[in-house]
Every structure is written in C-alpha cells, then in structure tokens.
C-alpha cells in the first residue's frame, strides 16, 4: 500500500501568516493527490484535487502543487477560519485509498 | 442539494452487529461509487469500504475483511455498511462519502456525511 506521511504534524502560526504543509508518498502516484480540511467534530471539507486543482467555493488563499511523490499545501495568508486539521489523501486506484496522518494546524 | 446522512449508529457490545445507513440526496446516487471512511477518537482518517455505482464491486480495508459488509439499494438512494464481530478497535466516526471518478481511477471525494458514531464496549 502507498502510505503518505505529512509534515509537520502539528504547525502554529498566526492570522496573515503564509503556511506550507507536505506530504510525502511511498511511491509515485503522478499527481492523484487530494487535500482536505477538517474541524473538530466536522466531516472533511476537499479543497484541492489532482494535486492543484481548487474546488469550487474555496479561497483562492488556498493552493496546492507538487507531482510523484512530494506534494505541498499552501495556505497564503491565514484567517482565523482557516485553524484546522489538514490531510492529504492518495487516490491512485480506487483501492486502497490512503490518508496521510494529519497536520494539526494551531493558533499561535 | 446533495445531502448525505448517516444513521444507525450507537453504543454496541464487542462481538455484536450493527448496521449503518446512508441517506443520499440532491444527485443521481446510481451514477456515483460511494465509500465508507472512519475515524477513531483522537485519530486520522481511514477507509473501511467502497462499493462501485452498480453495486457490481466491492472492496474493504484488511482491518475489516470478512466482518463488514457494504452494500447499496439504489432504488432508495441509500449505502448501508453491515457490521458484525465488532471490537473496541472498531469505535469511531463512520462517514460515507461520494467518489468522483472514472471506471478505474477516482479523483476525489466531494461530499461527506455528518458522520455517525460507533462505541464498542461492554
């Protein structure tokens, strides 16, 4: 299986702040990556697919880019709404999916 | 709309079976392959289950082989997730979710459930 490891696991920043989240895959998976928000005692939200792809109805602050197996997330200019659990997810075939393990991303 | 909602969650025995439910809503449920995705108090995310469009196949995580079971009616636009011999490792957050794909190769899942919670305990 393809395991995805994401860094740093936990980041603190600060409102306006640009933040960079990466995740790292096994093997090469071209660019079948999606990223994914999530609050606390919410379902994931997708921001970003086929590694750079913004969903419809995200902010723009939001960016993604990278192909093989290093991926990275971008957030340019963090608002409050933004604090959250990050994840990437590994969509190379529809089995098995994989996620990384999560970027806890806190207020400083 | 699309509208996902999980239901049939609770507080089970381990060794006992439940059934989870998933209501679909707002699309053409019969165009879309759906999965099951859970998560642990305190963890990350992980796949347990996914059914093609048709119900035609139908794969699961290692962790749950043999004792889960997914299915679908889409005469009801509803997912369902059998599960039996449950264990305390299985207490977590079950969430459906609709993939977007072609035959062979998905893209991303774009609509979540609410999630419903599954407690095994004794």
């Known amino acids: 299986d393809i395991q995805l490891t994401q860094s740093p696991s936990f980041l603190s920043a600060s409102v306006g702040d640009r933040v960079t989240i990466t995740c790292r895959a096994s093997?090469?998976?071209?660019?079948?990556l999606a990223w994914y928000q999530q609050k606390p005692g919410k379902a994931p939200n997708l921001l970003i697919y086929a590694a750079s792809t913004l969903q419809s109805g995200v902010p723009s602050r939001f960016s993604g880019s990278g192909s093989g197996t290093e991926f990275t997330l971008t957030i340019s200019s963090l608002q409050p709404e933004d604090f959250a659990t990050y994840y990437c997810q590994q969509l190379n075939s529809y089995v098995p999916i994989t996620f990384g393990q999560g970027t806890r991303l806190e207020t400083k | 709309q699309v509208q996902l909602v999980e239901s049939g969650g609770g507080v089970v025995q381990p060794g006992r079976s439940l059934r989870l439910s998933c209501a679909a809503s707002?699309?053409?449920?019969?165009?879309?392959?759906m999965y099951w995705v859970r998560q642990a108090p305190g963890k990350g995310l992980e796949w347990v289950a996914v059914?093609?469009?048709?119900?035609?196949?139908?794969y699961y995580a290692d962790s749950v082989k043999g004792r889960f079971t997914i299915s679908r009616d889409n005469s009801k636009n509803t997912l369902y997730l059998q599960m039996s011999s449950l264990r305390a490792e299985d207490t977590a957050v079950y969430y459906c979710?609709?993939?977007?794909?072609?035959?062979?190769?998905?893209?991303?899942?774009?609509?979540w459930g609410p999630g419903t919670l599954v407690t095994v305990s004794s």
């Open positions: 707002g699309f053409t449920f019969s165009s879309h392959g």
């Open positions: 979710a609709r993939v977007v794909g072609t035959a062979s190769i998905p893209y991303y899942f774009d609509y």
């Open positions: 093997q090469g998976i071209s660019s079948s």
């Open positions: 059914i093609w469009y048709d119900g035609s196949n139908k």
